[in-house]
């Protein structure tokens, strides 16, 4: 949303719908195309357990490109539909949006992120039926298609059943927030749903250093203002670096990384530029087309920092109770 409060993304979104939806001019190889197509169809599971025979037979290891985008090891434990809260504190019961490429690309963050809230009191249920957030769709100019996915989640996190519904990446937060279906009033960011709870939870400490990246999505749409270097701040001995307020796109914008990688790469080097002068254990992102991006400009610079998202370094320094 820009200051004046025109709904831009809405403008863009209507624009490529009109200028690309009867096209094949979208900029992507046939390998990108059926990976998206994969990803936001119903064919999800499918691509997870491909992902994890590729890992297992160890071609993820192969010096390919592509590779440099995925975590050194892709955590394949599947999802459960229901989690109880821990605890001696019973606070209600939510349910988690998990998005398409977390699901087959970044579990670990959802798993982090379940146990964290289980500790904050929280009983949790991902519902099956949930799909893409449409934000893939929207960027390829597929507006009907999106639409219909819309509709679909809406469908499968009832308002009355749950008093929230978490997203851990951010650009599929921003997505279902733009709904036009009461789904969008239920969506929270994790961090400014945990943050009244976090005081009350303990954790390991940590001498170590991070850099913190907040993505376009979380700072310009879906974030209510929570600090999220004050919840990293938990952590005792965690020194946080943080970009200039002037940070611009990492240039992975959705599908953009894909259509137009050489300026997406520019964007990255400009982006990283201070973390080569001071390489750090761990680099945090909220969204994992962010968070992809950025580690194979990190890999390709051969700086071996881990990229994670925030909740799971707070996950792994947690003193869970037993």
Not at 95 to 119: M, N, P, R, Y
Not at 277 to 284: D, E, F, V
């Amino acid at each position: 949303m820009c200051p004046a409060q025109v709904p831009y993304t809405r403008l863009l979104n209507d624009f490529r719908a009109e200028t690309t939806a009867d096209s094949n001019d979208n900029h992507l190889g046939l390998l990108e195309s059926i990976t998206i197509n994969t990803l936001t169809g119903s064919h999800r599971t499918m691509m997870s357990q491909l992902v994890n025979v590729y890992q297992k037979t160890g071609l993820s290891k192969l010096p390919i490109p592509r590779n440099d985008y995925l975590a050194d090891s892709i955590n394949t434990q599947r999802l459960r539909a229901h989690y109880p809260a821990l605890g001696s504190i019973k606070r209600g019961h939510i349910a988690l949006f998990t998005g398409c490429a977390s699901e087959v690309f970044d579990k670990k963050t959802l798993h982090d992120a379940i146990f964290i809230l289980q500790h904050c009191g929280f009983e949790l249920s991902i519902p099956s039926e949930q799909g893409c957030c449409g934000a893939l769709d929207l960027h390829a100019g597929r507006k009907t298609a999106a639409n219909e996915l819309a509709e679909q989640n809406n469908a499968a996190f009832p308002a009355a059943d749950y008093s929230a519904v978490i997203t851990v990446a951010s650009g599929c937060g921003a997505s279902l927030a733009r709904y036009d279906n009461p789904l969008a009033e239920k969506i929270y960011d994790i961090y400014d749903f945990i943050a009244p709870y976090l005081a009350e939870l303990s954790f390991n400490k940590l001498d170590s250093s991070a850099w913190l990246h907040n993505p376009c999505s979380l700072k310009n749409t879906l974030s209510k203002g929570t600090d999220i270097a004050a919840l990293l701040s938990h952590i005792e001995g965690l020194n946080i670096n943080k970009f200039d307020s002037s940070q611009s796109c990492c240039g992975a914008a959705g599908s953009y990384m894909l259509q137009q990688p050489t300026i997406a790469n520019q964007l990255r080097e400009q982006l990283i530029k201070p973390v080569k002068q001071q390489p750090t254990q761990y680099l945090l992102s909220s969204n994992i087309g962010c968070a992809m991006h950025i580690r194979a400009g990190l890999k390709q610079a051969s700086l071996n920092i881990e990229v994670l998202h925030p909740v799971s370094l707070l996950a792994q320094q947690l003193k869970a109770s037993s």
